[in-house]
């Protein structure tokens, strides 16, 4: 399959902390954004080249076009060297095929996964693999608003 770096520092790797986003839609791009802020590496992958576009012009990471369950394309983000690796497109078995690679072949120990189905989430708990649900989190949000019984904005 083709694929190809977009932009990127070649020694991202060698940072302390590296982490590797699959999906760079309004979640994966925000979260690039942030770390490359803070000053950690970061790899992010996308099929869809236009997605990058969401990236702020001050990221410094790496964008990388491909398909993130593709280990050639995993290989080519350095995923040996990475701290963490984030799967969030839009697709759940996706975030889930790129999670257990990242956990099982790559032995990496933070891996995180986006589930919208949330009855599968316990099931890649026990596997090791953190997943958030945007449905639970906003659950979560909702629960504490309406516990205020002012109705202030918090
Ligand atoms: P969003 O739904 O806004 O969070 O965006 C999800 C992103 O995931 C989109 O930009 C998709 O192009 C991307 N995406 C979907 N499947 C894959 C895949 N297999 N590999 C890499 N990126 C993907």
């Known amino acids: 399959m083709y694929y190809t770096v977009i932009k990127g520092d070649e020694d991202l ?3 302390d902390e590296y982490t590797i986003i699959a999906g760079c839609g309004r979640l994966g791009a925000n979260l690039a954004n942030k770390l490359s802020e803070e000053g950690e590496g970061v790899t992010i992958i996308d099929s869809d080249r ?10 410094s990471g790496i964008s990388l076009v491909g398909d993130a ?3 050639g394309v995993l290989r080519d983000a350095d995923i040996e060297k ?3 690796v984030v799967s969030v497109t839009n697709y759940d078995n996706t975030n889930i095929m790129v999670a257990q690679l990242a956990k099982k072949m790559f032995g990496i ?3 995180i996964a986006r589930l919208y189905d949330t009855e599968r989430e316990c099931v890649y708990q ?3 693999i953190n997943t958030i649900s945007p449905a639970v989190l906003s659950i979560k949000e909702i629960d504490k608003l309406l ?7 918090l």
């Open 13 to 15: 790797g060698k940072q």
């Open 147 to 153: 516990d205020n019984e002012e109705g202030d904005v």
């Open 82 to 84: 990475a701290t963490a």
């Open 50 to 59: 236009d997605a990058f576009r969401k990236l702020s012009p001050s990221y």
């Open 109 to 111: 120990g933070r891996v």
């Open 126 to 128: 026990e596997l090791g």
């Open 69 to 71: 369950t593709d280990l």
